[in-house]
């Protein structure tokens, strides 16, 4: 066993890097004992040398370039926290591994992109490739999955996996507040970028999922084959609706095995209000596993911020710090990379679940049974009916007509709610939300 | 990196036990896959070698003695399912460890009493002592403790820690049975025992949480020297009560650093009813971490079962199987085991938080002057009033007083029920629950 200090170079000196150093500072004694060994970083590198961090950097060797931190032979862990799918993350984290190195890292899109190709270096040289920070953030779920389910069968797994949508929809919720004022709010406090696609548009919550769907289902990861949906339609309207029939709106990223493949799916969901992911509330991000041992297994808490990511980074790094010398048996992805499966994609027209279905309406006789008729004919047993007028319709003569479904295959809800449109009852389009049974 | 077979010694073949068997003959390709190596078990012993157990036992050679088992040289894990904190269960694991084989345990009560003993032993030989199982089943606790949280600084942890109370409880609320009915017919389907005192009076739910106080915390486990009131005092008024005050009870172990050493307690406990705490039923259970770095950490799942418990144990088996032979560093209570410090207990008396009070009184003019005069004496802030008739009661004349206060010290709670009830108006004597800020 080593006592040597475990020498690391860092890329990337953001908010998380500034963290990582920080915590290293004021723990320092705690986890050389918990390790056996002390940490220390060594070398970093990052795009402005001159930038005051709050963290003291004199004794640490500067690297103008990332690659040449990832080669340097003085090292023994790589630490990647420059984030993005392209470079310099990607060479330097090939060099890394390709220079005998482990690496940790936080960055969800280039495992989400590259993480198969980077998992079969690793296991080819040896190495580690640790990245638990790059999906919620402070919660361990890799760890979970990677080593206490050995054993176990996922069949489904879901999460609220992207903070800033969670804070919307529950700050929609709590406060009555439309989602383009609460955007707008949000962006003032620093919970949603300037440019907020990436997220209210479920890109970010499909890269987590893809990583997830990856290692349950020993799957190669498909980061951009995923049925997307963000949270830029969801309305008040439909926010209380849920709230009447016992339901919270949620950004849910699925995972699940069906005959027909896999369902990948990021999209706004009604889950039961009594459900324990229905009380995950504002960037508080969870997890929920399904497997054949254990039931449902809920993880919940910090899915970013510098702290909370930083100490999966630590935790990762300790791992490392902890084990012996010599090669890894840890295949990243749990399956050797190398064995994983195609990814085959379940179409989404065949997914089969309950639906909730909002249609605004004029009030008059007849459009109702109209409506049931095609419901009917397309062989979707409902499950509740509500109709009612409508608070939020500038029209004094709008009904809305709020359906929920039994199970039901989405080809079908399709085609109902196409042939209701072409009927040509509604006022503006139909609003459909996805039901999930949740634990 | 060894491909040679992880041979295990498995001792007790009860229901846990033949569920890693079984888990073992169905998982056998994915493990192997996983771990880069078969995992076998060589020897067994049980008490009895005859009982039918729906495994096949025709490869593994038969041991009548765990200790010899234990002793066995040609074994690297000795997976130790006995249960019980004496012998043989204990002489066992010690053998197994002076031999150089790891430990992998579910026995909580073992690790509660001599788990630092154990710990110490584990150390000096360069062995691991896993007990993930030991502690809330299937849910990696112990993992997320010992590994993922390297560098968290815990504050205070709590959870639902035994399957029968929160059973009991749950369909107490759901259904509105006394505690007695309950408990019959939890009894009767095989959740609660014959003599149900260990998990009703909250001892089961103590030794857990002295394991997990003592990683949280650093120090000796103390799994005697903890403050415990089981659920049996609870009625249907109580939960009632709590309902309409916007609470739900549930039986917590709860361990928190003060300034005056460290609180350990279990009792019943008011958690908000939007918590996620509160949405956990059934037999389910749940662990909520609050460190420096994560503010709030939650994992839920199932606390017990076959199943549940065999994919705890297999995940400790994994991380045994994945690692390269020789000396580990892995302090098995995350502090090494010698550096543990002393337990320091915090009277329960100095406890500080809020309190739900009900009290059965007399409907006399006066009666709540006086008891307002008492609570006012012993300076105590009462957050909420409320006063009804109690439809409980046998007496047309009773009334009952339902009082929350702020944080409170718990010595002037005793100091202001006791002289409430030496003024005379109480029918019978006061019901006190602690409630707790639950994230």
């Not at 893809?210 to 949906?229: N, P, R, V």
């Not at 009380?279 to 997890?287: E, F, L, M, P």
């Not at 994983?340 to 909730?356: C, D, I, K, N, V």
Request: hydrophobic share 45%.
């Amino acid at each position: 066993m080593s006592t040597e200090p475990l020498r690391i170079g860092l890329a990337g000196l953001g908010t998380v890097g500034a963290a990582f150093i920080k915590l290293l500072e004021q723990k320092n004694a705690l986890l050389t004992r918990q390790c056996g060994r002390p940490i220390e970083v060594l070398s970093a590198c990052a795009r402005d040398r001159n930038r005051d961090r709050g963290v003291d950097l004199s004794n640490v060797e500067w690297y103008d370039d990332a690659v040449k931190l990832a080669e340097a032979p003085n090292l023994d862990v790589f630490v990647e926290l420059i984030g993005g799918d392209g470079e310099p993350a990607l060479s330097a984290v090939k060099a890394a591994i390709q220079s005998g190195k482990h690496v940790v890292t936080a960055n969800k899109a280039l495992i989400a992109k590259h993480g198969v190709e980077l998992a079969i270096l690793a296991e080819e040289q040896g190495v580690l490739l640790n990245f638990e920070a790059a999906v919620a953030g402070g919660i361990p779920v890799i760890k979970t999955m990677r080593e206490a389910l050995a054993g176990n069968t996922v069949s489904r797994l879901y999460g609220i996996l992207n903070g800033t949508c969670n804070y919307i929809l529950t700050r929609m919720e709590e406060e009555e507040i439309g989602f383009a004022e609460v955007l707008a709010d949000a962006q003032r406090l620093g919970y949603a970028e300037a440019d907020p696609t990436f997220d209210i548009e479920g890109n970010d919550t499909a890269h987590k999922l893809a990583i997830m769907t990856s290692i349950a289902f020993g799957t190669q990861i498909a980061g951009d084959d995923i049925y997307l949906e963000g949270i830029s339609n969801i309305t008040l309207a439909d926010i209380r609706a849920a709230r009447d029939l016992g339901y919270r709106i949620k950004l849910l990223g699925v995972a699940q095995k069906t005959e027909r493949g896999i369902e990948q799916r990021v999209h706004p969901t009604m889950v039961p209000i009594e459900s324990q992911i229905a009380q995950v509330d504002d960037v508080i991000n969870a997890v929920v596993l399904e497997t054949d041992l254990l039931g449902a297994l809920l993880m919940s808490g910090p899915g970013a911020g510098g702290e909370a990511t930083a100490s999966a980074v630590m935790g990762d790094v300790a791992d490392i710090a902890k084990s012996r010398p010599g090669r890894q048996h840890v295949p990243a992805l749990v399956t050797p990379a190398k064995e994983l499966a195609p990814y085959q994609r379940a179409r989404m027209r065949s997914h089969e679940g309950g639906y909730f279905i909002r249609l605004l309406v004029r009030d008059e006789v007849g459009v109702f049974a109209a409506i049931a008729q095609r419901m009917a004919a397309a062989n979707i047993s409902l499950q509740s009916i509500v109709q009612r007028d409508d608070p939020d319709s500038p029209e004094k003569d709008s009904k809305a007509i709020i359906l929920t479904t039994h199970a039901t295959m989405e080809t079908a809800v399709r085609q109902a709610i196409a042939d209701i449109e072409s009927d040509g009852h509604l006022r503006g389009s139909a609003q459909v939300i996805r039901m999930e049974p949740a634990g």
